[in-house]
């Protein structure tokens, strides 16, 4: 697992809430992402972050925010402004800003909103 | 955008049988790179190719680059029961993001 942990493992929400996923590393890597994943379909890019206090859409932002005010913690909110949140959501992380570098994942939250 | 295609989105063998998945890109990739999904788990890395037509092996795992750098694909020969999950690959254009293919979900009939 490469020392990435997400909480909760499960998360259930009602419609309209916002809701704040974590993501913590201790492999001091500079860059961390959150990708989605729905059943059947590959992994697509919400946020990413190559340092601390800066961060980039990816191809799916809309409805989601983050923030990385620490090198180790880059959470994730779903807010009701997303029109279909539930999915599993993976975080990622990797030791270079770019270049010939791999990600490490946690192992994901599974967000299910009634 | 670049876009990364991945096919089949499903592949069932027979213990033993072979099995392959491909990987194509709209652009050039400067990398590509491989992962596996088991059944209700992440993505781990499996391998990483840079050079055009590289091809590089993990016991039964064939990893093949393109001599364009816009195709890849992975081989693995006489599957067994641990082989089971989905794997993906992801390509890199430049120093961009990775872009992930739809994966390629891979059951087995012991």
């Known amino acids: 697992d490469g020392g990435i942990t997400q909480s909760p493992k499960y998360l259930f929400r009602k419609e309209g809430q916002n809701v704040t996923l974590s993501c913590e590393q201790n492999?001091?890597?500079?860059?961390m992402y959150w990708y989605r994943q729905d059943p059947g379909q590959g992994l697509r890019l919400i946020y990413y972050s190559q340092i601390v206090n800066d961060f980039q859409k990816g191809d799916i932002a809309e409805g989601y925010s983050v923030s990385r005010e620490k090198k180790e913690s880059f959470p994730l909110t779903v807010t009701s402004a997303q029109k279909n949140p539930t999915a599993f959501y993976l975080c990622?992380?990797?030791?270079?800003?770019?270049?010939?570098?791999?990600?490490?994942f946690g192992p994901g939250t599974r967000l299910t909103v009634l | 955008g670049q876009q990364v295609m991945q096919i089949p989105q499903y592949q069932h063998v027979q213990e033993g049988e072979d099995f392959t998945t491909y990987c194509n890109s709209s652009?050039?990739?400067?990398?590509i790179q491989w992962y596996k999904q088991r059944p209700g788990g992440h993505p781990v890395f499996l391998i990483q190719l840079v050079k055009s037509g590289e091809v590089k092996k993990q016991k039964r795992l064939t990893f093949q680059f393109g001599e364009a750098k816009k195709n890849s694909s992975l081989h693995i020969t006489a599957t067994q029961t641990t082989d089971v999950g989905t794997y993906f690959c992801?390509?890199?254009?430049?120093?961009?993001?990775?872009?992930f293919g739809q994966g390629t979900r891979l059951t087995i009939n012991p």
């Open positions: 492999l001091n890597h500079d860059a």
């Open positions: 990622a992380s990797s030791p270079q800003t770019g270049g010939l570098d791999t990600q490490y």
């Open positions: 652009t050039t990739l400067s990398n």
């Open positions: 992801a390509g890199r254009q430049g120093a961009q993001k990775l872009v």
